[in-house]
């Protein structure tokens, strides 16, 4: 069974720096991209960043240069490094897998990030 | 970026009626569009990839349609659990886009 659980969330002060951590089992890791989509309160999806199976990474305009996604296939895990955070970062944060030219097919039950003085 | 509409905002349906829900891509995905079921409390379930493939598990009642610009989600019979919140999603360019969601509501 895949099972991702993300970590990590909590209150920062606009400027402040958060890092989420998403543990990930039952597939094969090393195989999937993976990715991070956030869900401010009471909002739909926006798709945050994904990093592909050959450690190539993309983001959303708005989050480039402040944060940074990476994986440790060693662990199993993901990571979403969050720097110079702002009032609309604040989301619900999950990470899912995209098997390799497919759509997000597994979720996390997400990490709360709350940006507020 | 690609943007996505979804129409109507919300439907207002009872059990066992039909549902047909439309995205529509601002320049042609091709058939790289995916829809998404949202429960309150609850993260999104992938229910259909490629336009029209159910994903694993998903009942037969779930289909989708369409490609280019024009898509649709159609929900043949409401069960109780339907009632939830629907987002279609592209991933033909970059930056990945979602729709601004359809609420499938209880009549």
């Known amino acids: 069974e895949v099972q991702l659980l993300e970590s990590g969330g909590g209150l920062v002060q606009p400027g402040g720096s958060l890092t989420l951590s998403c543990t990930a089992s039952?597939?094969?890791?090393?195989?999937?991209?993976l990715s991070w989509v956030r869900q401010a309160p009471g909002k739909g999806l926006e798709w945050v960043s994904t990093v592909g199976t050959a450690d190539d990474t993309y983001y959303l305009d708005s989050v480039k240069d402040r944060f940074t996604v990476s994986r440790d296939i060693s662990k199993n895990m993901l990571y979403l490094q969050m720097n110079s955070l702002r009032a609309d970062d604040t989301a619900l944060y999950y990470c899912?897998?995209?098997?390799?030219?497919?759509?997000?097919?597994?979720w996390g039950q997400g990490a709360l990030v709350t940006v507020s003085p | 970026e690609i943007v996505l509409t979804q129409s109507p905002a919300t439907l207002s349906l009872s059990p066992r009626e039909r549902a047909t829900l439309s995205c529509r891509a601002s320049?042609?995905?091709?058939?790289?569009l995916a829809w998404y079921q949202q429960n309150p409390g609850q993260a999104p379930r992938l229910l259909i990839s490629?336009?029209?493939n159910r994903a694993t598990g998903i009942p037969a009642r779930f289909s989708g349609s369409g490609s280019g610009t024009d898509f649709t989600l159609t929900i043949s019979s409401l069960e109780p659990e339907d009632f939830a919140v629907y987002y279609c999603?592209?991933?033909?360019?970059?930056?990945?886009?979602f729709g601004q969601g359809t609420t499938v509501g209880v009549k």
């Open positions: 320049q042609s995905v091709g058939s790289s």
């Open positions: 490629d336009a029209s």
């Open positions: 039952g597939f094969a890791f090393s195989e999937s991209a």
């Open positions: 999603h592209q991933r033909s360019k970059w930056p990945w886009t």
């Open positions: 899912a897998k995209n098997p390799v030219g497919d759509f997000l097919d597994s």
